[in-house]
């Protein structure tokens, strides 16, 4: 099991531009969750998928800023006309379904960069 | 509202010493907490959760529901310790199990 993958690791855009940020949960896991780390903070939650749903995304800027979680394929983090404090790295997590749904596994983070 | 604080941005002691990496949560009722690190250049991962009571590469965390303290402890601070540290707070809500982090302490270890 390869783990959580992200891509790209670092990304960078000019104001303007659309971000577009990939997870891949680990097999057999059907939760994601996204975070953002702005410089000198901690994880801040953003938005929590399952499978073609998006339960909640009350942490997430409502303009701008969307996901998704198909039913094939990776989750995706979409920052549309970015601006310099979008800056900041990007970390999903995913979670398998069941008892053991509370634990989380990170993946790398995905580094964005708006100049 | 949940919070989790850690007071200290970095914490350096010597290789050996003891170490205690602070962090306090506000939140009324009983939640769930964890401290996750991360090494140089890798991913965050799961170090301890306070359900587990378990030591993992000799540190230990014990929730304190008095002083809402989860504070994360080794005897003997190693090299290879030196990582950031986050302490993280989780309740079930319309989130599903989204965690509350802290800012994190840099733990570094000197020989």
């Known amino acids: 099991n390869a783990g959580v993958m992200q891509n790209p690791r670092h990304l960078v855009r000019r104001r303007g531009q659309e971000a577009r940020l990939r997870c891949s949960p680990m097999?057999?896991?059907?939760?994601v969750y996204w975070y953002r780390q702005l410089p000198e903070e901690g994880l801040k939650f953003m938005v929590y998928?399952?499978?073609?749903?998006?339960?909640?995304e009350s942490g997430m800027p409502k303009e701008r800023f969307s996901a998704e979680f198909p039913k094939e394929g990776p989750s995706i983090l979409r920052i549309q006309q970015v601006v310099r404090g979008d800056s900041a790295a990007y970390f999903c997590?995913?979670?398998?379904?069941?008892?053991?749904?509370?634990?989380?596994?990170f993946g790398p983070g995905t580094r964005l960069t708006v100049t | 509202a949940q919070r989790v604080t850690q007071p200290e941005k970095l914490l350096s002691v010597f290789k050996g010493a003891p170490v205690e990496l602070k962090c306090n949560y506000s939140?009324?009722?009983?939640?769930?907490l964890f401290w996750y690190v991360q090494y140089s250049r890798q991913r965050l991962q799961l170090l301890l959760r306070?359900?587990s009571r378990e030591s993992i590469k000799g540190f230990t965390a014990d929730l304190n529901k008095g002083e809402t303290s989860f504070h994360l402890k080794k005897p003997f601070a190693q090299e290879e310790d030196s990582a950031m540290y986050y302490c993280?707070?989780?309740?079930?809500?319309?989130?599903?199990?989204?965690?509350?982090f802290g800012k994190g302490t840099s733990l570094l270890v000197t020989p």
């Open positions: 306070h359900i």
């Open positions: 998928l399952q499978k073609e749903n998006i339960i909640d």
């Open positions: 097999k057999g896991h059907s939760h």
């Open positions: 939140y009324s009722g009983s939640p769930e």
């Open positions: 997590a995913s979670s398998p379904r069941g008892r053991l749904k509370r634990e989380q596994y």
């Open positions: 993280a707070l989780s309740v079930w809500s319309n989130s599903g199990y989204a965690l509350n």
